[in-house]
């Protein structure tokens, strides 16, 4: 059983934000040999097309994960909707394994499932397409067999798609979805949730629909985006935090 745990999301780490690779770093010296098992739910990088473009970023990042876990954590880094080509061979760099989404995990405090949180907003009906072409097999390995420079400008300019939608869809819509929230707990049997994606960091106790293994309430975790602020969970006998502290 894990003493402490910790829960990170949606770095959206690149080049140009040097000052939130330099945060991550600092976050991992905070804590190293201080926790048992480091969750990265999703989106630690903004744009990922393969584990053969390596950088000086994902190398360094590769590099401090590793050290990390050589103190003593495992990690687990689950896809986010950036970074859901992330593989094997770069997470075993980190000392990483790569977990599916909606996993369950133990905790000190009890079972948890856990998710990226894309697949929550199942409102944003032409993501939830987009979703599920990308996330297929057969889609990859044809991207990947793409060059470098064919996949840079794919990402590039489903970026620039995703933005240009993003900026007038209703606001409702990039959240989740209420029912496929209790819906997913449901499904698991599980009361407390943990997720990022939608930058919304908050701690929501829910009132369920119908009771799950006896219990009417649920909790639901939604883990900041890394922007002005760094934000993590924590999980210890204690209970569960939610955190942030200034980049
Ligand atoms: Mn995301």
């Given at each position: 059983m894990p003493r402490r745990i910790l829960f990170?999301?949606?770095?959206?780490?690149?080049?140009?934000?040097?000052?939130?690779?330099?945060?991550?770093?600092?976050?991992?010296?905070?804590n190293?040999s201080?926790c048992d098992a480091l969750y990265i739910?999703?989106?630690?990088?903004?744009?990922?097309?393969?584990?053969?473009?390596?950088?000086?970023?994902?190398?360094?990042?590769?590099?401090?994960l590793r050290?990390f876990h050589e103190a003593g954590a495992d990690i687990f880094i689950l896809?986010?909707?950036?970074?859901?080509?992330?593989?094997?061979?770069?997470a075993?760099?980190c000392g990483a394994t790569i977990i599916?989404?909606?996993i369950?995990i133990t905790t000190?405090?009890?079972?948890?499932?856990v998710?990226?949180?894309?697949?929550?907003?199942?409102?944003?009906?032409?993501?939830?397409?987009?979703?599920?072409?990308?996330?297929?097999?057969?889609?990859?390995?044809?991207?990947?067999?793409?060059?470098?420079?064919?996949?840079?400008?794919?990402?590039?300019?489903?970026?620039?798609?995703?933005?240009?939608?993003?900026?007038?869809?209703?606001?409702?819509?990039?959240?989740?979805?209420?029912?496929?929230?209790?819906?997913?707990?449901?499904?698991?049997?599980?009361?407390?949730?943990?997720?990022?994606?939608?930058?919304?960091?908050?701690?929501?106790?829910?009132?369920?629909?119908?009771?799950?293994?006896?219990?009417?309430?649920?909790?639901?975790?939604?883990?900041?985006?890394?922007?002005?602020?760094?934000?993590?969970?924590?999980?210890?006998?204690?209970?569960?935090?939610?955190?942030?502290?200034?980049?």
């Open positions: 990170i999301s949606d770095l959206h780490l690149e080049e140009g934000r040097a000052d939130i690779t330099a945060a991550l770093l600092a976050f991992l010296d905070r190293e201080a739910l999703g989106d630690l990088f903004e744009v990922w097309i393969g584990d053969d473009d390596s950088n000086e970023l994902s190398a360094r990042v590769a590099k401090a050290s896809h986010g909707n950036r970074d859901f080509l992330l593989g094997t061979d770069y075993a760099s599916p989404d909606s369950i000190p405090i009890g079972p948890a499932i998710l990226h949180g894309d697949d929550l907003c199942s409102d944003d009906v032409q993501y939830m397409q987009f979703r599920t072409m990308v996330r297929q097999e057969s889609w990859q390995q044809d991207f990947l067999s793409k060059t470098l420079s064919e996949r840079r400008a794919f990402a590039e300019q489903a970026r620039r798609q995703s933005q240009q939608a993003t900026s007038i869809k209703e606001n409702a819509i990039m959240d989740v979805n209420p029912a496929a929230v209790e819906q997913r707990l449901r499904e698991h049997g599980q009361t407390l949730m943990i997720h990022g994606h939608t930058h919304r960091p908050a701690i929501h106790e829910i009132e369920l629909e119908a009771a799950i293994d006896s219990r009417n309430q649920a909790r639901r975790v939604v883990l900041g985006d890394w922007d002005s602020h760094g934000w993590y969970a924590a999980i210890d006998a204690d209970g569960l935090v939610l955190e942030k502290f200034p980049l």
